[in-house]
């Protein structure tokens, strides 16, 4: 039995935790400064807290490597096993006319920049943020916005702000079912708390975009429509998040405000349209751009400062079709997101979800892992529950099964695109992993918990630095997910200690974290690609940083808020 201990390095709290913040502070110096690839990067910072857990922390070296395997295996499943199904799904819709169709849908509605800002990078956005992710959303929105006729630096600008509300939930809700995994607390209860918090991000998120787009004039002419669009994407985050199922929390967010939206515009419209800005804008787009190689269907390969791939509208396919497709094609082109809304509907259903509960759950101890707590207590993180037919990874695998005989997508085509999927995620499969070998060690080890009890000396003053841990770990990190399993268990420690709630900490960690996701390297760099304007991270930085902290500030009051009587009866 390994006890863990919380002042191992010279019986001092204060120098435990600066030696326990090592590994992270190794990993943010290799991605910001050094701009080492996150893999790369996440090993690294993996072996040193492997060594310091050894040797600081006394920790057994059999453990150690448990705690590794531990880490790796959840990086694989559930995490990996959802976004290499959900990007999947994508990738088969990419491969077909019926991801045009779509595209051609939303663009026929409208020809006001504006609205289109809302409806593309937006509801659009979110759509793919719930499959896709990685870059995709951003670099897609950006390509079609262009199309519209938005110059370059402004649709890059507009789709990295809008790729912010949705991020929380993104990829059927990897971060918050990673933060339970890490944390151990209820998965309903941090869906819940995130839905109460990321909802009043999105009431804002819209008038921001419609601000960009065309200034004090657009905000003054459009903002009835934004504001509907902001109601009903934050009003069905909530509803979803907190009453249905967490999974689908941003499909059933972006349909519902798209729905919305279109009913709006059908008894309203604004006063002026601001078309094109620059009538020979399609073809000032470059036939190419540095860092992107043809892909099929009328796309490109755009490779990101990660090392990942994402498929977005190259020139030979720049989206400049806006005729409204028949209603036959708008079904099909909706056809794989209403598919996985009624697999997850089905899978809720009460006998339905009680049998996959018990034929589709295993519960195990992790083999050759015996922690305690300093406390003396059993740690949970030791345990692991397996959920091989009710996990959200599979309910996709199904989605993607009935997607493919939908469009009649023969297998051997489907399996090929599955081996490209796998190709373009090898990285990220690496770093996800890396990620979560390195929170398990720091988690199991006690590093976490001696950050934790050394964070909670600021005492109520940690509700304030709360939301600056997480704005900082994605910011660094590119991922929301990755940023949940490194400061997810550090957040619930602290909050434990200084007497506020680790459900409110943790998801606070999720949804304050968002608001870094336009400034991460990654994301810039995929912004700056897709319209064709490669190198200007700096300026995209620049033009976002204001907007980013406001934000942040936002979210921080209202979580310092729920963290007294204030607004205290909002957290669950």
Not at 196 to 206: D, E, G, K, N
Not at 465 to 488: C, E, H, K, M, R
């Amino acid at each position: 039995m390994f006890q863990q201990i919380l002042d191992p390095i010279a019986g001092s709290l204060l120098l435990s935790a600066l030696c326990a913040a090592l590994p992270l502070v190794l990993l943010f110096v290799m991605l910001g400064v050094f701009r080492v690839k996150a893999a790369k990067a996440a090993i690294a910072s993996l072996v040193l807290s492997f060594i310091l857990a050894v040797a600081g922390w006394r920790m057994p070296v059999d453990q150690a490597l448990g705690a590794t395997a531990a880490g790796i295996f959840y990086g694989l499943f559930p995490i990996l096993w959802i976004l290499v199904n959900a990007l999947w799904i994508y990738k088969l819709t990419v491969a077909t006319p019926w991801f045009d169709a779509l595209g051609r849908t939303i663009r026929s509605i409208s020809n006001d920049l504006r609205i289109l800002s809302i409806l593309i990078a937006f509801c659009f956005g979110a759509l793919l943020e719930s499959l896709a992710g990685f870059g995709a959303p951003v670099a897609i929105s950006a390509a079609m916005l262009m199309a519209a006729g938005m110059k370059p630096l402004k649709s890059a600008v507009v789709s990295l702000l809008a790729n912010t509300a949705p991020v929380a939930f993104g990829a059927m809700a990897a971060p918050i079912i990673a933060l339970n995994g890490v944390t151990g607390l209820p998965l309903h209860d941090l869906s819940a708390m995130a839905g109460r918090q990321t909802p009043f991000i999105a009431l804002i998120v819209p008038l921001l975009l419609v601000f960009m787009v065309d200034g004090k004039r657009g905000l003054k002419q459009t903002w009835p429509v934004a504001l509907v669009a902001g109601i009903a994407f934050a009003a069905a985050q909530f509803v979803t998040s907190n009453y249905l199922a967490v999974e689908l929390t941003d499909v059933v967010a972006a349909v519902v405000t798209v729905a919305a939206v279109l009913l709006m515009l059908k008894v309203w419209q604004p006063k002026e349209s601001v078309g094109a800005e620059d009538p020979e804008q399609d073809a000032s787009v470059p036939a190419m751009a540095s860092g992107m190689s043809a892909g099929s269907n009328g796309t490109q390969e755009l490779t990101t400062a990660a090392g990942r791939q994402v498929s977005v509208p190259g020139s030979s396919g720049v989206p400049t079709d806006n005729t409204r497709p028949e209603p036959r094609e708008v079904w099909l082109a909706v056809a794989p997101y209403l598919i996985i809304i009624a697999v997850f509907s089905l899978a809720q259903i009460p006998a339905i979800k009680a049998w996959l509960g018990q034929v589709g759950t295993v519960t195990f101890a992790w083999p050759g892992l015996h922690i305690e707590d300093s406390a003396g207590q059993p740690v949970a993180a030791t345990k692991f529950k397996l959920d091989h037919l009710k996990s959200t990874g599979t309910l996709l695998l199904i989605s993607g099964l009935i997607t493919m005989a939908l469009y009649r997508i023969s297998a051997s085509k489907a399996l090929g695109i599955y081996r490209e999927t796998l190709t373009q995620l090898r990285w990220t499969i690496v770093t996800v992993t890396a990620v979560l070998a390195l929170s398990f060690v720091m988690n199991l080890s006690g590093q976490t918990t001696t950050l934790g009890f050394a964070l909670a000396s600021a005492g109520g003053f940690f509700a304030f630095l709360s939301p600056l841990i997480g704005w900082i770990g994605v910011a660094l990190t590119g991922s929301d997910t990755s940023s949940n399993s490194l400061f997810g268990q550090m957040q619930a420690t602290a909050a434990e200690q200084t007497g506020l709630s680790p459900v409110l900490m943790a998801a606070s960690n999720s949804s304050a974290g968002v608001m870094g996701k336009m400034l991460s390297l990654q994301n810039l760099a995929v912004a700056s690609a897709a319209v064709g304007l490669e190198g200007s991270e700096g300026t995209l930085f620049r033009k976002l940083v204001g907007w980013s902290l406001g934000l942040l500030a936002l979210i921080t009051v209202l979580i310092v808020l729920q963290s007294t009587p204030v607004l205290g009866w909002m957290v669950p």
